[in-house]
T-cell receptor, first 113, second 109 residues
Framework: DAGVIQSPRHEVTEMGQEVTLRCKPI?????LFWYRQTMMRGLELLIY????????DSGMPEDRFSAKMPNASFSTLKIQPSEPRDSAVYFC???????????FGQGTRLTVV | RKEVEQDPGPFNVPEGATVAFNCTYS??????FFWYRQDCRKEPKLLMS???SGNEDGRFTAQLNRASQYISLLIRDSKLSDSATYLC??????????FGAGTQVVVTP
C-alpha cells in the first residue's frame, strides 16, 4: 500500500496568494483528517471527513480556509488568501474506522512570505 | 484546559534506563487511545494502541487509567534510536482524533 499521499511536499508562496494542498488517503479508509502543526500550537485538527462528508470543521481557523472531498480518493485544503501566520506543516491522515488509528502522509511544509 | 495534555519535556534519559510519562485527557467519553512517535521534520507514526487492560510491545508498555483520565507510556532499556517526540492521541467519539502537543525524549550515550 502506498500510504497517504500528499502534495506538494513543500510550498513557498507570497502573502495573498491562493494555496491548495492535496491528499490521497489510503484506499478503503472512510475517515480523512487535515491537521496543522506548528511549534507554538502543536498538532491541531482542522477538519475531518467520513465517507466524503465533512463531520467537524470546528478547527478551521478562518473563512480563508476551506476543504473538500469530492470522492473517496481525493481531498483538498485551500487557503485563500494566504497569510504569513498560515506557515506550518499541514498533515493529511486517514483511518479505516470510528475508533481506529490514523495513518499520516508526509505533510506539506507551507511557507507564506 | 486543553483537551489532551502532555508534559513537553525534554526527558533526558541515559541509554539503558527506563523512562515513563503520561498524557491526560478531559473528555470522559473518549473511546480509544494511541501513542505516536514523531521524528524531527517527519510525520507522526503509530507506536501502539492503548487498551483498557494495558499492553506491551517489546520494550514499550502502555497503560490506560480511565478513573483518572490518563494514559501512560513506559520505555525500558532505552536506545539512542528512541529519541523522538511522543504524541498521545485520543478518539473523542465519532472518529474525531485529537493529539497532545507531545513529550520530547532524548536518550544520551
Amino acid at each position: 500500500d502506498a500510504g497517504v499521499i500528499q502534495s506538494p511536499r513543500h510550498e513557498v508562496t507570497e502573502m495573498g496568494q491562493e494555496v491548495t494542498l492535496r491528499c490521497k488517503p489510503i484506499s478503503g479508509h472512510d475517515y480523512l483528517f487535515w491537521y496543522r502543526q506548528t511549534m507554538m500550537r502543536g498538532l491541531e485538527l482542522l477538519i475531518y471527513f467520513n465517507n466524503n462528508v465533512p463531520i467537524d470543521d470546528s478547527g478551521m481557523p478562518e473563512d480563508r480556509f476551506s476543504a473538500k472531498m469530492p470522492n473517496a480518493s481525493f481531498s483538498t485544503l485551500k487557503i485563500q488568501p494566504s497569510e504569513p501566520r498560515d506557515s506550518a506543516v499541514y498533515f493529511c491522515a486517514s483511518s479505516s474506522g470510528i475508533n481506529t488509528e490514523a495513518f499520516f502522509g508526509q505533510g506539506t511544509r507551507l511557507t507564506v512570505v | 484546559r486543553k483537551e489532551v495534555e502532555q508534559d513537553p519535556g525534554p526527558f533526558n534519559v541515559p541509554e539503558g534506563a527506563t523512562v515513563a510519562f503520561n498524557c491526560t485527557y478531559s473528555n470522559s467519553a473518549s473511546q480509544s487511545f494511541f501513542w505516536y512517535r514523531q521524528d524531527c521534520r517527519k510525520e507522526p507514526k503509530l507506536l501502539m494502541s492503548v487498551y483498557s487492560s494495558g499492553n506491551e510491545d517489546g520494550r514499550f508498555t502502555a497503560q490506560l487509567n480511565r478513573a483518572s483520565q490518563y494514559i501512560s507510556l513506559l520505555i525500558r532499556d532505552s536506545k539512542l534510536s528512541d529519541s523522538a517526540t511522543y504524541l498521545c492521541a485520543v478518539n473523542k467519539g465519532w472518529g474525531k482524533l485529537q493529539f497532545g502537543a507531545g513529550t520530547q525524549v532524548v536518550v544520551t550515550p
